[in-house]
């Protein structure tokens, strides 16, 4: 997982705008599709995105990889 925010100046005071969750999954391929609907389901269900994303944009992006051994 990587996670970047961006922040910027208000008032003299840093806030934070944006936030973007990179989540890496190294998984078969018979898992990529379940993966996917978990992820899509994920921010609506999560109590921490709930309370931020009113006040802070947050995005969220699913890197699949195959796993060689699987």
Known sequence: MAVTGE????DGVLVIRRIHVLYRL???QKDE??????????????PVYRTL????????????ELDPGS
């Open 7 to 10: 922040v910027e100046k208000e």
């Open 33 to 46: 599709e379940a993966a996917r609907r978990a992820h899509d389901m994920h921010a609506p269900n999560c």
């Open 53 to 64: 994303s009113g006040c802070i944009d947050i995005s969220t992006e699913l890197g699949f």
């Open 26 to 28: 190294l998984a078969a």
